[in-house]
């Protein structure tokens, strides 16, 4: 069974920073692009950061570029996300999500994890 787990969501201060951490299970780590999804209550689920599986390329929002930072483990089978310099803005729930390739295809989304609160206060 495909599993993704998140943790380290939680309240911060504008300005502040959190690392998200994504554990996965049940299929071959190695193999497929890991990535993050966001949704604010009332808004659009936006595309947040992805990792290909393939030679580590990374894609970030424009809404996050310079402030957070993907990264992955493949001996932990772990995907972070480090959010620098946050923003009341970026308060949402926050997905880890497996694609279904070694690329940031978001045509080929494939599990989701439980989803981890992120609350970011003026």
């Known amino acids: 069974e495909v599993q993704l787990v998140e943790s380290g969501g939680g309240l911060v201060q504008a300005g502040g920073s959190l690392r998200l951490s994504c554990a996965a299970s049940?299929?071959?780590?190695?193999?497929?692009?890991i990535g993050w999804f966001r949704q604010a209550p009332g808004k659009e689920r936006e595309g947040v950061s992805c990792i290909s599986s393939y030679d580590g390329s990374t894609y970030y929002a424009d809404s996050v570029k310079g402030r957070f930072t993907i990264s992955r483990d493949n001996a932990k089978n772990t995907v972070s996300l480090q959010m620098n310099s946050l923003k009341p803005a970026d308060t949402a729930v926050y997905y880890c999500?497996?694609?279904?390739?070694?690329?940031?295809?978001?045509?080929?989304?494939?599990?989701w994890g439980q989803g981890t609160q992120v609350t970011v206060s003026s």
């Open positions: 049940g299929f071959t780590f190695d193999d497929y692009a």
């Open positions: 999500v497996g694609y279904g390739s070694s690329w940031c295809d978001e045509t080929l989304l494939g599990s």
